[in-house]
């Protein structure tokens, strides 16, 4: 089973900014693009990034005035509102991605990091793309129909090996509902973690059931406890 990476839904046509670009023409690349977020590019590799947050510096206090002793304490916010040109108002170094990182994993860094789009880059740290927040949500987007088509492909057939009457799979507003009878406890604990790992999948509610508990078994072969899901009714 296929887990989605930043490649799938990442922007291709980056607009970036140079070393050099004036804070003006980076104010017109946002507004002109609708974007968050600039690259600044030199040598074809990525050297930071100017957000609309490293811009709007400019407005919390004049460089030159009697607020400036407060606005001292921050010296990096201090620096951005007298900068000029790219290489002064970004932030550096970058905090990039590759094509093949996970969407989960490019979600957890911009939740540590607290930004909002990443640089995709290459081995060489050269730009191939870039991912938003908002990139990130795109496998919710689908619609029940194919996310309950590539569920039973994916996980039921694919992964289960099981036929595509075994499990049922409904899917309402990206809830997705697994009923049917399997043959072990086992695989319907394995058939509700992928589902619910599935790219796109908001929930999962379980009513599977099994014929046979092989709890007892996987605790002693594996030492730990397979407990899950509702009493079986044979």
Do not use: C
Not at 113 to 134: F, K, Q, Y
Not at 216 to 225: A, L, Q
């Amino acid at each position: 089973m296929s887990t989605p990476t930043v490649e799938t839904v990442m922007t291709r046509d980056v607009v970036t900014a140079r070393l050099d670009t004036p804070f003006k023409e980076l104010v017109e690349l946002l507004a002109t693009h609708r974007i968050g977020a600039l690259p600044v590019v030199n040598g074809g590799r990525v050297v930071g990034v100017v957000s609309q947050t490293d811009l709007v510096h400019k407005l919390d206090l004049p460089v030159d005035g009697p607020g400036m002793r407060l606005f001292g304490r921050h010296r990096e916010a201090r620096i951005k509102a007298a900068g000029d040109i790219a290489g002064d108002l970004m932030t550096t170094p970058a905090i990039t991605v590759t094509a093949g990182t996970t969407l989960a994993a490019a979600a957890r860094i911009m939740d540590r990091r607290r930004v909002t789009h990443l640089p995709v880059v290459d081995g060489g740290d050269r730009l191939v793309g870039i991912v938003a927040r908002h990139d990130l949500l795109t496998p919710y987007r689908r619609t029940d129909d194919d996310l309950r088509a590539e569920i039973r492909q994916e996980i039921v057939e694919r992964s289960l090996l099981l036929e595509p009457t075994d499990i049922a799979v409904t899917v309402d507003d990206g809830v997705v509902t697994l009923t049917g009878t399997v043959d072990r406890r086992s695989t319907a604990r394995i058939a509700v973690s992928l589902t619910r790992a599935f790219a796109g999948v908001v929930d999962v509610v379980d009513g599977l059931t099994w014929k046979y508990d092989d709890s007892e078994e996987i605790r002693r072969r594996y030492g730990f406890d397979a407990q899950i899901g509702p009493v079986v009714r044979l």
